[in-house]
Nanobody, 127 residues
Framework: QVQLVESGGGLVQFGGSLRLSCAAS????????IGWFRQAPGKEREGVSC????????YFKDSVKGRFTIARGNAKNAVYQQMNNLQPEDSAVYYC????????????????????WGQGTQVTVAA
């Protein structure tokens, strides 16, 4: 059974940093794409970043480029999103999601491409 568990959210000051973790179990990550999405109150869920595990390709929402990175952990069953220079508009519930057949530059940010989701972790950036 595919299971994803996020952690690392919290309250941070404007300009601060957080590292979100997505721990995967029940499957091997090797051919998956792992995406990070976020949803703020009253807004649609949006793709933030994605890592295609098979070839290491990364994708980012324009507004987080240069501030966020995504990488696979040394333990191989986790993916991390490092978030630097956080802004109040980054406040949201962050979810990780898994797509079993990878993704591409056209599909990575579409929630429907990801059948498996974690429960989410709250990120709040104080102005």
């Amino acid at each position: 059974q595919v299971q994803l568990v996020e952690s690392g959210g919290g309250l941070v000051q404007f300009g601060g940093s957080l590292r979100l973790s997505c721990a995967a179990s029940g499957f091997a990550l090797d051919y998956y794409a792992i995406g990070w999405f976020r949803q703020a109150p009253g807004k649609e869920r949006e793709g933030v970043s994605c890592l295609s595990i098979s070839d290491g390709t990364t994708y980012f929402k324009d507004s987080v480029k240069g501030r966020f990175t995504i990488a696979r952990g040394n333990a191989k069953n986790a993916v991390y999103q490092q978030m630097n220079n956080l802004q109040p508009e980054d406040s949201a519930v962050y979810y990780c999601a898994a797509a079993p057949y990878g993704t591409d530059s056209y599909r990575w940010s579409e929630p429907d491409e990801y059948p498996s989701w974690g429960q989410g972790t709250q990120v709040t950036v104080a102005a």
